[in-house]
């Protein structure tokens, strides 16, 4: 059975920075990708960063790049978020994926794999 785990989120002020990791449990995702999701409240659920496996392709939404940045240690089967000045309008429930194809980075149905979701809250 394939898992995918969270952690890192939590409340934090605006300006200040969190790491998500995500572990993966049950499989690899040799040659597939690996991203991060987030859902604000009363909105729908986007793209935020992504990465393949070689870390060849990597890919932000416009709203995080240059604040956030996806990383991955394939010997952990882990993968992270660093998230720097972070803004109220970072405020979600961020969710980590992946899958074994490696195409179409920032579309939430190219993902068969998902984790439950960690909240970040981030205050003014």
């Known amino acids: 059975q394939v898992r995918l785990v969270e952690s890192g989120g939590g409340l934090v002020q605006a300006g200040d920075s969190l790491r998500l990791s995500c572990t993966a449990s049950g499989r690899t995702f040799s040659s597939g990708k690996m991203g991060w999701f987030r859902q604000g409240q009363g909105k729908e659920r986007e793209f935020v960063a992504a990465?393949?496996?070689?870390?060849?392709?990597?890919r932000y939404a416009e709203s995080v790049e240059g604040r956030f940045t996806i990383s991955r240690d394939n010997a952990k089967n882990t993968w992270y978020l660093q998230m720097n000045s972070l803004t109220p309008e970072d405020t979600a429930i961020y969710y980590c994926a992946a899958d074994q194809i490696w195409v179409l980075l920032t579309e939430t149905s190219a993902y068969n794999y998902w984790g439950q979701g960690t909240q970040v809250t981030v205050s003014s």
């Open positions: 990465i393949t496996w070689n870390s060849g392709r990597i």
